[in-house]
């Protein structure tokens, strides 16, 4: 039997044979004990007569018992084999996706300047968008594609770290509409960030930005929102009703992305 760990392909991939076999043995198995070698034919795509050759060759082989007209049983030995092949199959799937897909991994960025195919880039991080700079960076890439400044550009063949540092999320906190009157809507001001976003979480959140001169950038989602753009190296003033807190800030910490919530009693 072909070992699939050492990257050798399994029994049941070496041909047309091997594979149909296997593909006749699973329908038997799907379909016992009443097997009709019609519908096998018609699912796996070879003639009746191929599928009558294959099940008197599993017979014979031991791995299918043959009952009445058309019912088949398949054996303990035809289930340890299809096990065994079915572990390969898996052990080789396992392979292709994260050592040959992975190698092949293709991302997109923001080309900072024309670049041709198969050009090597560095990577840089900004406002939160992965960017292709020809001139270079502390982690690189190779273009799978040309683009002109401005335009996505597909990269792939990644290696090193892009040096970027984490977004500070501030946390504003807004009573609810039963508890106290809402802080002046200055305060916004006072802590929006200037290359940063502003979120709202609540209704009274919500009115307080919009009595601002300041528009919220995302309004929807924003416990996920607001964790990824931290992630990701943006600066946010998250305005939330108070009892929306906790939710966000709690996946702020599973995402490490720093954070303070500010004191009601300061503004």
């Known amino acids: 039997m072909a070992d699939s760990a050492d990257g050798g392909s399994p029994d049941v991939l070496e041909n047309k044979r091997s594979a149909t076999r296997y593909q006749v ?36 082989s031991g791995y299918v018992e043959k009952g009445g007209r058309g019912r088949y049983e398949v054996t ?26 992975g190698s092949v991994e293709v991302d997109a960025a923001i080309a900072l300047d024309d670049v041709a195919e198969g050009s090597e880039v560095g990577l840089v991080m900004r406002d939160g968008v992965l960017h292709a700079n020809p001139a270079g960076g502390t982690a690189t890439a190779v ?22 540092e984490t977004g500070t999320v501030t946390v504003l906190p807004v009573p609810t509409v039963t508890d106290e009157a809402p802080p002046d809507p200055a305060v916004i001001a006072a802590h929006a960030p200037d290359d940063g976003l502003v979120a709202v979480a609540g209704t ?52 490490n992305v720093p954070h303070q919530v500010l004191d009601s009693d300061a503004f």
């Open 25 to 60: 043995l699973v329908e038997i198995a799907a379909r016992q004990p009443a097997v009709s070698q019609g519908e096998i034919a018609e699912t796996i795509g070879v003639t009746s007569q191929a599928v009558s050759d294959y099940v008197r060759d599993l017979v014979e």
């Open 76 to 101: 303990k030995e035809g289930v340890d084999w299809l096990i065994s092949r079915t572990d390969d199959l898996e052990t080789y799937l396992e392979r292709v996706n994260s050592d040959v897909l």
């Open 143 to 164: 273009t799978v594609t040309s683009a002109e400044r401005g335009a996505a550009v597909g990269v792939a063949d990644f290696e090193g770290v892009v040096d970027y």
């Open 204 to 255: 009274e959140a919500y009115a307080l930005v919009s009595r601002s001169d300041t528009s919220p950038d995302i309004r929807f989602g924003t416990a996920e929102a607001v964790a990824e753009a931290g992630t990701l190296g943006l600066d946010v003033l998250l305005v939330a009703v108070t009892d929306e807190i906790p939710r966000h800030t709690s996946k702020l910490r599973d995402g």
